[in-house]
C-alpha cells in the first residue's frame, strides 16, 4: 500500500473537503483520506496507479483538478456545486 498527498485547485471550505472524503471514500481501493483546507492537499492510501488515477479523475470531475491540471470555468463551477452538497450532508 502507498500513500501520497497531492494538491488540488478549488478547495475552499469544509464543504469541498466533506465532498472529498465521501467521494473518495467510494473509490475502491482507496483508504486513509484526509482533506487540509490549510494546504489544499488530500492524502490517501491506494495499491495500484489504476486507483491513483481514479482518484485524480474523481477529483477532477468534483471541481478539484491535481494543481498543474487544467483549471477551466466549468470545474471551477463543479467545485462550487461540489462545496454546497459537502456543507449539507454534514
Not at 11 to 31: F, H, P, R
Amino acid at each position: 500500500m502507498k500513500n501520497t498527498t497531492i494538491q488540488v485547485q478549488n478547495l475552499k471550505c469544509g464543504g469541498c473537503a466533506n465532498t472529498i472524503l465521501t467521494q473518495l471514500s467510494k473509490v475502491e481501493g482507496i483508504s486513509d483520506v484526509l482533506v487540509n483546507n490549510d494546504t489544499d492537499e488530500v492524502s490517501f492510501n491506494y495499491t495500484s496507479e489504476e486507483e491513483f488515477d481514479a482518484v485524480k479523475t474523481k477529483l477532477s470531475d468534483l471541481g478539484y483538478p491535481m494543481v498543474g491540471e487544467q483549471n477551466s470555468l466549468p470545474k471551477k463551477a463543479k467545485s462550487f456545486v461540489s462545496c454546497a452538497v459537502g456543507r449539507m450532508t454534514k
